[in-house]
Each structure stands twice: as C-alpha cells, then as structure tokens.
C-alpha cells in the first residue's frame, strides 16, 4: 500500500465549479504539504502543515483554501479557479525534523 | 536568484552505462539536505537518496550516489549501470530549516532517457 494517497487522481472541472482534492498519509507523519506542479517549472510549494497548524502559504491565491483536520489527512479545496490552475497537484508528507519527503501521486487537474 | 539549478533539460545514456545528473544549490544554512527524486511518467515522485550538510562520505543507495562538493555547492547524481527503467525526470531539492518546519526548494528537473 502506498504511504501517501491521493484522489482523485484526475479531475476535470470548470471555472464556476467547486471541487476538493484529498490527500491521506498512513507513515504517521507530522507534516504534510500541498505543490504545484506545472509544465516546464519547478515544483511549487503551497501550503505547509505541521502538526495540524498551518505554518506557511507561499502566496497562494485564495481559490485555493487547505485543510487539515488531522495529522494524516490533508485537503485543498478549489472554487472558481482559472485555465493556468490546470497542472498536477502534489501531496507530501514528512516526519517532524530533517527527513525527506514521501509523494503521493498526484491529481492532475484541468480547467475548462 | 534560484536556489536549485539544474542546467541539463535533457539527458541520454545508454543502456548499462554511468550518467552525472548536475545540481547545484544555492543557501547560506550551515545546516540543510539534499535530496534526489525519480519522476516516472505516471506522476509520482520517488525519493532516491539524501544528503546531509554535514555528512562527511557521499551518500550512495544501491546504484544511485550523490557526488557531493560542499565548497562549489553542487550536489550531482551519479546513476551507474543504467537501466530502461531508469527512464524519467529527476529532480533535485534542498532542504532548509530545522525542528517542526522544513522548508524545501526543487529544481527544474532534468528529463533522462535511457537507450537500449
């Protein structure tokens, strides 16, 4: 089973819509993070929590609205987003201190 | 300025050969990490091997090993025996910061193709 999962994995929305992204880690992590990864750029990150608290919001426009109601799970909700917000959706997950990162899949996400 | 730079967009080996994937890094941390990942087609990122500022060896995980030089800030990746599979984006990334919060910068990748 993978440590980090994500859904869905692929989502297709328009622009008046409202959907959310879920991300669950099952490696007992204390902090989890959301990128954004688009075309021909590096990864971008978004959203930082550590221990269920939000400690960093890379001036992420506020379409995109993170939750996390709980050390293993993560959500980043979308509402009225633009065709540029189309790139693939990255959940991380790490121990507290100096360790590396585990990804999960990946959303891909489109806007029509 | 960037604080990671790959400079090789893309990169060709052939099959069982070695390939140096380049990364440098750019921190004024006395303390931080490096690390590599693997980037298949499907999406997901794999971890590969990490670095520590402090690690006097170069770290090495089976056929990967990160060519460390701390003095011209580069940290390359060292694929030896090259295999089809190995096919993919690598990225490489630093980690800055200490205790609950990390924070970490990702370069631009460089897209390897293994030839049989």
């Known amino acids: 089973e993978t440590g980090v999962t994500q859904t869905p994995r692929h989502l297709v929305m328009g622009m008046t819509n409202k959907k959310s992204l879920k991300c669950e880690q099952h490696?007992?992590?204390?902090?989890m993070y959301w990128y954004k990864q688009s075309a021909k750029k590096p990864l971008e990150l978004m959203f930082v929590?550590?221990?269920?608290?939000?400690?960093e919001n890379n001036s992420v426009p506020s379409r995109f609205s993170p939750e996390c109601p709980n050390s293993s799970h993560l959500f980043l909700h979308l509402h009225t987003l633009q065709p540029e917000d189309s790139a693939l959706y990255l959940c991380?997950?790490?121990?507290?201190?100096?360790?590396?990162?585990?990804f999960g899949p990946g959303t891909r996400l489109t806007v029509l | 300025a960037q604080k990671i730079t790959q400079t090789q967009p893309g990169m060709f080996v052939q099959e069982k050969e070695a390939v140096t994937l380049d990364c440098t890094y750019d921190t004024s941390d006395q303390s931080y990490g490096l690390f590599w990942y693997k980037q298949p087609s499907s999406g997901e990122m794999i971890f590969l091997i990490y670095?520590?500022?402090?690690?006097?060896q170069n770290a090495t995980e089976g056929r990967y090993s990160l060519n460390f030089q701390k003095a011209r800030k580069s940290a390359n990746l060292v694929i030896s025996a090259s295999q089809l599979g190995d096919s993919a984006m690598y990225f490489c990334?630093?980690?800055?910061?200490?205790?609950?919060?990390?924070?970490?910068?990702f370069g631009s990748g460089t897209k390897l193709n293994v030839k049989p």
């Open positions: 991380a997950s790490s121990p507290a201190g100096y360790n590396e990162q585990f």
């Open positions: 490696l007992g992590h204390n902090a």
């Open positions: 929590y550590s221990l269920e608290e939000r400690v």
């Open positions: 670095q520590g500022s402090y690690d006097e």
């Open positions: 990334a630093m980690r800055e910061g200490r205790g609950n919060f990390n924070k970490f910068y």
